[in-house]
T-cell receptor
Framework: GAVVSQHPSRVICKSGTSVKIECRSL??????MFWYRQFPKQSLMLMAT?????????EQGVEKDKFLINHASLTLSTLTVTSAHPEDSSFYIC????????????FGPGTRLTVT | DQQVKQNSPSLSVQEGRISILNCDYT??????FLWYKKYPAEGPTFLIS?????DKNEDGRFTVFLNKSAKHLSLHIVPSQPGDSAVYFC???????????FGTGTSLTVIP
C-alpha cells in the first residue's frame, strides 16, 4: 500500500521554541494532506486540511498562527508548532490522499512532541 | 458535534472468539465507511471499508456490516487473535469530499 512517512518520530523541545514536523508521501502524489492531533485515550482530532499549492483550511479552535502548515509540493507537507508550550505536547499524525473521490487516507506513523 | 460515534470505549474478548465493534453515525449523507486499526504510538492503518451500496464486506477474518436505516455499522473479527489488540476507529465520508469523520475509537483486548 501507499507509504507516508513523518519526521521526526519523536522530538523534545524547550518551551518557547518552534518545531517543524514533516509529512511525506513516498510513492504517490498527495494532493491533499491532513494533520491530526491525538490526546491520550481520545479520538484523532483533525487540525487542518491542506491542498497542494494553497492555504490550509483550519478546523474551528485551531490557531493557524500557532500551527503553521505548508504544502508546497505533492509529496511534502510540514507542520510547524510555533512558540511551543507544554500543553502542545501531543502525538501529531498526518495523512495523505490523492484527492480523488473516496480515496483512502494513508496515515503517517506519527510524531511524539514533548515540550519541556 | 460528533457525527460518528463509537459508544464502547473498550472491549475484551477471549482468543478464538468473535469480536464485534460497533459504530453509529448521524449524517445520512455519509456513504463510505472505513475501519482503521491503531497500535500505541503508531498512526492508524486502514483495515477495511464499505460503501453504502453494500451491506456487507468481508476480508479474511474481518467483516464489516452496514445498516443504513439504523445508521449503524459493525466490524466483526473472527477468530480473534492477541495481535488484534489495538484501538479501532471507524470513519465516514460523504461523496462531496475526501475528508473523513472519525469515531472516538474502541480499545480491543484479546485475551490469550
Amino acid at each position: 500500500g501507499a507509504v507516508v512517512s513523518q519526521h521526526p518520530s519523536r522530538v523534545i523541545c524547550k518551551s518557547g521554541t518552534s518545531v517543524k514536523i514533516e509529512c511525506r508521501s513516498l510513492d504517490f502524489q498527495a494532493t491533499t494532506m491532513f494533520w491530526y492531533r491525538q490526546f491520550p485515550k481520545q479520538s484523532l482530532m483533525l487540525m487542518a486540511t491542506s491542498n497542494e499549492g494553497s492555504k490550509a483550511t483550519y478546523e474551528q479552535g485551531v490557531e493557524k498562527d500557532k500551527f503553521l502548515i505548508n504544502h508546497a509540493s505533492l509529496t511534502l507537507s510540514t507542520l510547524t508548532v510555533t512558540s511551543a508550550h507544554p500543553e502542545d505536547s501531543s502525538f501529531y499524525i498526518c495523512s495523505a490522499s490523492t484527492g480523488s473521490p473516496y480515496s483512502e487516507q494513508y496515515f503517517g506513523p506519527g510524531t511524539r512532541l514533548t515540550v519541556t | 458535534d460528533q457525527q460518528v460515534k463509537q459508544n464502547s470505549p473498550s472491549l475484551s474478548v477471549q482468543e478464538g472468539r468473535i469480536s464485534i465493534l460497533n459504530c453509529d453515525y448521524t449524517n445520512s449523507m455519509f456513504d463510505y465507511f472505513l475501519w482503521y486499526k491503531k497500535y500505541p504510538a503508531e498512526g492508524p492503518t486502514f483495515l477495511i471499508s464499505i460503501s453504502s451500496i453494500k451491506d456487507k464486506n468481508e476480508d479474511g477474518r474481518f467483516t464489516v456490516f452496514l445498516n443504513k436505516s439504523a445508521k449503524h455499522l459493525s466490524l466483526h473479527i473472527v477468530p480473534s487473535q492477541p495481535g488484534d489488540s489495538a484501538v479501532y476507529f471507524c470513519a465516514a465520508s460523504t461523496n462531496t469530499g475526501n475528508q473523513f469523520y472519525f469515531g472516538t475509537g474502541t480499545s480491543l483486548t484479546v485475551i490469550p
